[in-house]
């Protein structure tokens, strides 16, 4: 999940005037690495400002559809824009592991999903002027127990900073899954199968070559 003041870039370099203009709405250098891996650049950077704050009962599936749609419904899509939000959001049972806080928590985060299955829900919003469409889309992983030093020593890292559940799959945590299901580019942050039916429906197409 994105945070921090809305921001809004330059042109992306190489970036392509004609046909529908992408709005990136997120900060996540994930996010932009796995666009390109289907021939997209964002034309433009504008990260949503919005209250991430879960509602009293809300459930996970819930929260992540109702914060990938805000942060969509902020930003806007004007004349010619697609606008691309994301929210991914990990779950253990009913309980939603947000970015930790501090060292602490994130400790507390690992220690809890350790030798456990969890859920990663990363819901994708797209949407024009005219239409609002959204994808969840679940993943199952499964930690195995992970040991004081090694908790330590991922800490040190700080790769937990910033990230839902305190850890990022495609990084040093890797060395603690064994066994996923699902969606692998969504729990990195975007589903690209996904959101490749969403972008397309959108009217933008991956580049030539890049599928």
């Known amino acids: 999940m994105d945070g921090g003041p809305a921001q809004s870039s330059a042109q992306a370099p190489g970036t392509d005037h004609a046909g529908p203009r992408l709005i990136l709405g997120s900060a996540s250098p994930r996010r932009r690495e796995l666009l390109a891996q289907i021939g997209l650049t964002p034309y433009e950077i504008r990260p949503a400002d919005i209250d991430e704050t879960e509602y009293p009962g809300e459930r996970p599936r819930a929260y992540c559809a109702r914060v990938s749609r805000q942060k969509a419904q902020a ?29 602490h928590e994130a400790r507390a985060f690992l220690q809890a999903m350790s030798g456990r299955r969890h859920h990663v829900i990363t819901a994708v919003t797209v949407a024009t002027p ?82």
């Open 75 to 103: 930003i806007g899509a004007g004349p010619g824009e697609v606008v691309l939000c994301a929210d991914t959001t990990v779950a253990l049972g009913r309980r939603i592991l947000g970015k930790p806080a501090d060292r």
């Open 130 to 211: 005219e239409h609002m469409r959204q994808k969840l889309v679940i993943s199952t992983v499964r930690m195995r127990q992970i040991l004081q030093d090694e908790c330590e020593a991922y800490l040190d890292s700080d790769d937990w900073q910033g990230k839902a559940g305190g850890y990022g799959i495609q990084g040093p945590a890797s060395a603690f899954i064994p066994w996923i299901s699902g969606s692998y580019t969504a729990i990195v942050g975007l589903p690209l199968s996904e959101t490749t039916g969403l972008l397309r429906a959108a009217g933008l197409k991956p580049k030539a070559g890049a599928l």
